[in-house]
């Protein structure tokens, strides 16, 4: 059984989320992240089990949507999805990429993590090893930490004044505005795990013995840091939420939560961005006939025998998929 | 329901593969690509239903033993797997990439179509752009199209003497024998789809409107050389089907075969390279009781009284999935 087929036969969940996530999540002026529950489940009705089952009726849609993305780019659009997730150890970001990521045809797929800067990035201005890692037209980007690491990191270590905190964000504002200007829909979430939820996951990965190599002393170390993380964040966030890339800020202590918003935001703004198959240059009859004088007359027969089944099955699928899109939109 | 849920409560397939598809599908030197029926479903005896369910079975076994696999490459193992495929248009190389390589986690996966080589490649040895492609540890690579095409599109347009051909098979020779001497284990699938079914792919991408932008009227003009192709692989296969990375000739005109096939030598080559868990250099014990220190005492009760079992239970799948594993190698 496909992923597609499971989403076919599965009742509808739509209606569970009773506000968009979008909305409820963005990063407004005056957003407080000391007043977020990281347990929370924003906009969502249901429970974790109805979660998994919309994800399974949105993943035929997101394959659709993103496979039309891809095939515009062939036709010149410039249009490209970039999703950065930010978050500290723990909260989640691996479990995007898998999850979220894994939904659709990774062909289609572009994702980079970021790690500590090397010798060489560290010789270059901060945005030249983001600008090799963007995502081309037609394809769905991922950064795993990204340029909001070099706000949060000198922050956090109080190796950054004022006057350079401001001009950096300058920066990013102009970089990102450019990168929505060349077609490029940008979706950033921040994973916020609670200090407890983050100890318990912690220590699962002590506990488990297919966990254990992703531990590394040093995360102890960095949850010292943990207080301070939530001071620059709350900083940093509302200061970089841009009309035209604002920051979706996620209760991440319930993973199920944390995927299936990113899933649900990720499905409607390629909704929203309403591509449609490319026309094509070619003309189609004449293609036709040309393919048609190379085959011999059964294998025509045979194929002539099933063409109208065809076309009409798969004129029905992407008909019940483009319904849901439309909801989504 | 995840696809590893689908796969937990699968009845075993395994019984189905009568042959292993690695001996039944490898080139040997008396190898005859005219005498291969291209709708055959070698070493498989089970229905296309059965392969689906075969291929949710063994999931979460690939999904495991990729992620040993790149778990090792923290540790500093140099093991990584590279799938070359190679076929004719609408052979369903793209189809490996999507439904084979979209069963792993996509941070595992190093995906890289070549295309035409571009006036700057051309520019180099015909290895640079290979080499640049190539996945690193811990990953498994798929190229879509490959370093052959350097042998097949030379020689199906009569521009290499045989002078030339036997040099640069004994270039490539060296360079997948330094790949393997490095740690990569090399799968090359040959997609073999018949003329007439080509034919039938070709029309039925004119008359799906999703499908019709993955047609160029260019199609038809190789599909003229689909003969000169045949004597082209022919040549190439058995010479280049080397012990260290043999070809798989896979008859292409089931695409169900063809994933299956491919699926399943992927998994047994991954359960052969028999890689564990890394065992980790820190403390465990002293790194507990480091997080203990830092959560609160309602927090450690929570996780404790959850503990015993959630081990219990990861080590219950773990075992499971190894059986699995055991039974593949």
């Known amino acids: 059984m496909s992923k597609k087929e499971i989403g076919s036969s599965s009742v509808s969940t739509e209606h569970l989320w009773v506000h968009d996530p979008r909305e409820v999540l963005r990063a407004r002026p005056n957003f407080l992240l000391e007043a977020m529950d990281r347990a929370d489940t924003p906009g969502w009705s249901g429970t974790s089990r109805e ?3 919309h994800i399974c009726s949105i993943t035929p849609v997101l394959s659709m949507l993103q496979e039309r993305l891809f095939a515009a780019s062939k ?8 999703l950065v997730a930010q978050g500290l150890d723990t909260a989640g970001k691996g479990g995007i990429a898998k999850h979220v990521m894994g939904l659709v045809d990774p062909q289609g797929v572009h994702l980079h993590a ?3 800067p090397t010798e060489e ?21 991922l950064f795993d930490r990204s340029h909001y690491e070099d706000l949060l990191v000198p922050l956090a270590n109080h190796q950054m004044s004022d006057a350079e905190f401001i001009e950096r964000v300058e920066t990013i504002k102009e970089f990102e505005k450019e990168l ?33 190599w992703k531990f590394s002393s040093n995360d102890i170390d960095v949850r010292g840091q943990w207080r ?6 709350q900083r940093i966030l509302p200061e970089t939420s841009f009309s035209f890339a604002p920051w979706y800020v996620i209760p991440a202590d319930r993973k199920w939560y944390s995927r299936l918003a990113v899933t649900e935001m990720l499905a409607r703004t390629l909704a929203d961005m309403d591509v449609d198959w490319p026309t094509v240059d070619y003309d189609v009859e004449k293609e036709r006939e040309r393919v048609l004088a190379t085959m011999a007359p059964e294998s025509i027969e045979a194929y002539d025998a099933k063409r109208e089944k065809m076309i009409r099955k ?5 008909a019940r998929i483009e319904r849901l899109a439309q909801s989504l939109a």
């Open 114 to 116: 970021f790690k500590k």
């Open 51 to 53: 979660a998994q089952a």
């Open 75 to 82: 036709e010149g659009s410039q249009q490209r999805v970039l």
């Open 180 to 212: 929505v200007d060349n077609g490029t829909h940008i979706i950033k979430v921040a994973l916020m795990v609670s200090y407890q939820e983050q100890g318990r996951r912690l220590l699962t990965r002590l506990d488990r013995r297919d966990k254990q």
């Open 228 to 233: 301070t993380y939530q001071e620059v964040y």
């Open 314 to 318: 798969a004129a029905k699928k992407n």
């Open 121 to 141: 990035e560290r010789q270059h201005d901060f945005l030249w090893r983001i600008r090799k890692a963007l995502p081309g037209p037609g394809m769905i980007g």
